[in-house]
């Protein structure tokens, strides 16, 4: 019995050592931009809500106000708006610093009602005739 609670000793400790280990590797690793309460932030959703396609999928949901700041590089978070109002936890390298508008949005110069002003037309002669019939 004894060896049997040296063996279970011993391979505790590496179990624990192991564990700070790969925390210390994960924390080195880890990026994000510290916030600190009632900071807006935007949190990064790796996979896009059902129904919508990767590629054209924005990441980023929000906007939300970070509520508390426990240890371990968490923060608890709830949205600024909405039904749904209920404070959860995310760890930081999740989040991305508070903007206007979510971080990948794009946005372009609107077309003016009366469309794109057009100067000079130029007509192009057809040099050899066209293989399809009209």
Same mark, same amino acid.
């Given at each position: 019995?004894?060896?049997?609670?040296?063996?279970?000793?011993?391979?505790?400790?590496?179990?624990?050592?192991?564990?700070?280990?790969?925390?210390?590797?994960?924390?080195?690793?880890?990026?994000?931009?510290?916030?600190?309460?009632?900071?807006? $932030?935007?949190? %990064?959703?790796?996979?896009?809500?059902? +129904?919508?396609?990767?590629?054209?999928?924005?990441?980023?949901?929000?906007?939300?106000? $970070? $509520?508390?700041?426990?240890?371990?590089? /968490?923060?608890?978070?709830? =949205?600024?708006?909405?039904?749904? /109002?209920?404070?959860?936890?995310? %760890?930081?390298?999740?989040?991305?610093?508070?903007?206007?508008?979510?971080?990948?949005?794009?946005?372009?110069?609107?077309?003016?009602?009366? +469309?794109?002003?057009?100067?000079? /037309? $130029?007509?192009? =002669?057809? /040099?050899?005739?066209?293989?399809?019939?009209?």
């Amino acid at each position: 019995m004894d060896v049997h609670r040296t063996t279970s000793d011993i391979a505790r400790q590496h179990l624990n050592s192991s564990q700070e280990s790969q925390k210390r590797f994960y924390d080195r690793t880890a990026h994000g931009a510290p916030c600190q309460r009632g900071d807006s $932030v935007w949190l %990064h959703q790796p996979y896009p809500n059902r +129904g919508n396609f990767s590629k054209l999928d924005n990441p980023y949901t929000g906007p939300f106000e $970070v $509520v508390q700041s426990p240890p371990n590089n /968490t923060y608890r978070i709830r =949205p600024v708006s909405g039904p749904f /109002t209920f404070p959860f936890t995310v %760890h930081f390298n999740r989040l991305k610093s508070g903007l206007e508008t979510s971080p990948n949005t794009v946005i372009e110069d609107p077309i003016p009602e009366t +469309g794109i002003p057009v100067h000079d /037309t $130029v007509e192009i =002669p057809r /040099t050899s005739p066209s293989p399809h019939p009209h």
